[in-house]
């Protein structure tokens, strides 16, 4: 039997790369998959491709998520819908920018546990996954919307395990470094081919296929076990480290 057989996965965010490799592992594992996305031009290839039923969805939209999510049984959500924005600083950036990524980041999320933890939370049974990043607990130059949304999602995890205490609801962080998904065009305006130059073809990225496998490992644990966070950077990623400005630098 399959290791998901009969369960009902959403996954926000389906036709992006990380999201699109998460469905596609879900599918594979047996699960019936509902793949929401903002890329309505995606979704028809989207379902054919993966074997999702897939569903035009803004996660920041409260009364659409309510409608599409609230009167289904959802054994396993995967939160990895998600904004990076265009690049700047906490003083700069442009507020329809800012307004967006925390919007979708933090209150999309927020919406989509509402829609469906109860659910959960009623059965005594289900998983939620909320995709973090390195960029929350870590600070982001050029992204600090970003970076503080993710760090709301870490507190969000943690919080959410704690309210979910004595049920067996489990809840999962997953914290990816750089992962090669086009995501980091938005950094540049969309244009993918800075992207590429900038941002992936000199380092040695994740692959999406990478996180889906940590989701996938974390959802198909037993149920006595919770796989409560997963921090994943390539092996020549190194976080941290110190920045000293010396003397004589201008």
């Known amino acids: 039997m399959s290791a998901l057989a009969g369960k009902t996965a959403v996954v926000t965010g389906g036709t992006g790369g990380i999201g ?14 509902v793949s929401v996305s903002l890329d309505r031009d995606e979704l028809a290839a989207h379902a054919a491709a993966t074997g999702a039923e897939a569903h035009y ?6 009364a659409a998520v309510m409608a599409l999510l609230g009167p289904r049984r959802v054994d396993i959500l995967v939160n990895g ?25 933090i209150l999309g999320l927020q919406n989509c546990l509402q829609a469906v933890v109860p659910g959960m939370r009623e059965r005594d049974d289900g998983h939620v996954v909320n995709l973090g990043s390195i960029a929350g607990p870590y600070p ?7 970076s503080a949304t993710k760090a709301a999602v ?5 919080n959410l395990r704690m309210e979910l205490y ?21 950094m540049f305006g969309g244009d993918h081919g800075v992207a590429n130059a900038r941002v992936y073809d ?9 996180v889906a496998d940590a989701v996938l490992w974390a959802v198909t644990k037993p ?14 990623h190194v976080i941290g480290g110190v920045r000293f400005k010396r003397k004589d630098e201008a």
């Open 140 to 146: 982001s130059l050029g992204q600090p919307i970003y």
């Open 202 to 210: 000199p380092h040695e990225c994740m692959e999406p296929g990478d």
């Open 57 to 62: 969805l803004d996660v920041a939209d409260r």
């Open 20 to 33: 699109t490799a998460i469905v596609t592992a879900l599918v594979e594992a047996g699960a019936l998959v």
């Open 166 to 186: 004595g049920t067996h609801v489990r809840v999962t962080e997953i914290r990816p470094g750089r992962v090669r998904t086009g995501m980091h065009a938005e």
């Open 81 to 105: 819908a998600g904004v990076l924005g265009v690049t700047g600083t906490l003083y700069d950036l442009p507020a329809d920018s800012a307004e967006r990524i925390v919007m979708v980041n």
């Open 223 to 236: 149920a006595r076990l919770n796989v409560t966070q997963i921090e994943l950077v390539s092996t020549h």
């Open 154 to 158: 870490h507190s969000m995890s943690a």
